[in-house]
């Protein structure tokens, strides 16, 4: 198996990438294409040892960055890392693509290039967040940010398949995100799409609220990228001041110092528990070929597991369920 | 200064409305009349010492419950502790009212029987959410599910009123919720909305998302009320389950409560900094009194500061500044 890794894209680009990918080839059985300036990765690489005939690397000269308008750039700049490894993906010269570069630019290279399974409207990034009941799945979490009653059911369904390949859960619970429990409550949209995820091939438990997000009430939340990408980062803001300020809590004083390393065991481990880094990226479901969003902050660990996540993504064969279950889905493709 | 309080709603009622009643004519210069069922909220007063021509009790035979659909009971429960202490309010009977009960039932009283100020096209709640730079104000937290931009417009002025008035920011900065920074990021709603807010006569600081409710970007979040009760009920989620998790680590043994200790004091002090119950309710902005919504849970405590907020807002004529503002508005009421 081949995972295309853009090595220009991130915070943390290229160091993160061409460590992960180092350690990739050498623990999970995979070969690497790192997509980047030639010489630039080249030296970054140059600081390790490893198996040569498992690593490449693709040039692409440019890199769109955060601050350009995606589609726009993806159109223009045909020798972006981005756009070079979607390119490579589509014609079948690798199994999966991850970025962590340009979210916007990551989504319109998958719609644009890599293209849609034939009868899903629209693809929608997925995230694993941190709840009381271990990770759940968020989707849409901001790849469209105005939806139909029709996009939120293929999210649900899309993201029900990948809760039970990639993470083993028999029946995963679907939950449609809205301002009540109750099934009268909630917008224009989501009246409309309660009946049809009543309907839908997957265990719909109704309505839920805010608070179900970090209760781990239901395994997949479905929702449009508008909601999707407000409940993400409000919960990664408030995760950033909280463990801010506990941290600064314990830095007080020696007092402090010494109590910390009485429940120092304990926090790391719930940190670990919250820490995105542990769930690897946010997948593109909905696209031919997997595509996975890495966070913009990953470190190399995060990229490692990012990696490892992309190969699950493969090996379980995800895409042929979602072509196999769109057969049930009522609503069809507008095109 | 006469306050109305429903001694019959929320988690806690009778005990914490009469317990947070003889607290505040104690302590306030207020007095307080309760509303609900006159031998149940006598037998509960009759436990305590208080100046007793300060609190008055007003007989309201019904309660509307959580799980009753609130604009039909407010409609056929005349006697119904809510809606007897909006048509108090309504009549000058009092100064302004609180209730702890059914949030939809309190609004339609607000809206049906108190009503709006003339040219506020739709009251909002506003609810005051700890940030790591103090109190900030998301509006609307639930009132109105589906919002038009001029709602928008007229929540971030409201808002703004209240910041300065009510918690003494010179000019407080109004934020526009949206999935992005940029201008030109934000579903159909936002971007029509950015507009009107650059030319409103308030501190507009553009769009703002997620990460910033808890870093306390903004001192005032306008959103519409679906997006608002997700980000409210997603904070208070996470809220439980993060101090749930510490709790558990430090009881887990000897050594940890050893550790606790240590920190007890700061980490008191920070949890104190994130407790709802401190910042009392959140009010009813845009009716022609003012009307204020407890907090289902509140304890006797935040009953009180509820109580206090209500002097605040009555005393600091906020209702004239809105009416005055209404003036500076370009879109005017369409009825």
Redesign the interface.
């Known amino acids: 198996m081949k995972i295309i890794v853009d090595a220009m894209g991130g915070d943390n680009a290229p160091m993160a990438p061409v460590e992960a990918a180092v350690r990739a080839v050498k623990e999970l059985d995979v070969e690497i294409v790192l997509v980047g300036k030639k010489e630039v990765v080249e030296k970054e690489l140059s600081a390790y040892d490893y198996p040569n005939d498992k690593i490449s690397i693709a040039n692409a000269d440019e890199v769109i960055t955060n601050h350009e308008e995606p589609a726009k750039a993806v159109r223009s700049k045909k020798n972006a890392s981005v756009v070079v490894a979607a390119n490579m993906l589509k014609k079948g010269e690798g199994d999966a693509m991850l970025s962590m570069g340009n979210t916007g630019a990551l989504l319109a290279s998958g719609l644009l290039i890599v293209g849609r399974i034939k009868g899903i409207l629209r693809p929608a990034l997925a995230t694993l967040l941190p709840?009381?009941k271990g990770p759940k799945m968020l989707i849409d979490a901001?790849a469209n940010?105005?939806c139909k009653p029709e996009n939120l059911v293929q999210f649900g369904i899309m993201g029900s398949i990948y809760m039970k390949n990639v993470l083993g859960i028999e029946s995963p619970t679907v939950g449609l995100?809205?301002?009540?429990e109750e099934e009268g409550k909630?917008?224009?949209l989501t009246k409309e799409t309660f009946p049809l995820l009543k309907k839908a091939p997957i265990n719909f438990i109704g309505n839920i609220?805010?608070?179900?997000?970090?209760?781990g009430t239901a395994d997949v939340i479905t929702c449009?990228?508008?909601?999707g990408?407000?409940?993400?980062?409000?919960?990664?803001?408030?995760?950033?001041?909280?463990s801010?300020?506990?941290k600064?809590?314990?830095m007080?004083n020696l007092?402090?110092k010494?109590?910390?390393?009485?429940?120092m065991g304990?926090?790391n481990e719930?940190k670990q528990s919250m820490d995105y880094r542990e769930y690897g990226g946010a997948p593109l479901l909905g696209t031919k070929r997997p595509v996975i969003k890495g966070h913009g902050s990953s470190d190399g660990k995060a990229v490692f597991s990012a990696i490892r996540q992309a190969k699950k993504f493969v090996e379980t064969n995800l895409i042929e369920e979602i072509v196999n279950n769109i057969n049930c889905m009522e609503e069809k493709s507008n095109d």
């Open positions: 709840s009381a901001g940010t105005n995100m809205s301002n009540g909630g917008d224009e609220e805010g608070r179900d997000v970090m209760e449009d990228g508008f909601v990408n407000v409940i993400l980062k409000t919960v990664e803001g408030m995760g950033h001041v909280v801010t300020k506990v600064n809590i314990f007080k007092f402090t010494l109590g910390a390393i009485f429940v304990g926090l719930f």
